[in-house]
């Protein structure tokens, strides 16, 4: 296969626009309901350290502290332990 061209990429770049953009979408919709759940989380256990969905190299890996200087006081707990 050949290196493609710079308007061979401009071409592409086109064709795969509308693609990203429903991704895109997709994304923002998901990401908005996770913040939802992440304040519900924190509203319904009352804790002084807020916590979040941890993510690592692009997937949910469990909950931990937001702030890294509180995860000594609260840390990771790993998807592991929370399936089952």
């Not at 909950?63 to 609260?74: L, N």
Request: with cysteine; aromatic share 14%.
């Amino acid at each position: 296969m050949r290196k493609l061209t710079r308007g061979q990429i401009i071409k592409l770049t086109n064709k795969l626009k509308p693609f990203w953009k429903k991704r895109q979408s997709l994304y923002s919709k998901f990401f908005n309901e996770e913040r939802k759940i992440e304040y519900e989380m924190n509203k319904n256990l009352k804790s002084k350290i807020k916590l979040e969905f941890f993510y690592c190299d692009g997937e949910c890996v469990g909950i931990g502290a937001e702030d890294y200087s509180e995860r000594q006081f609260f840390p990771l707990i790993h998807d592991s332990e929370l399936d089952n």
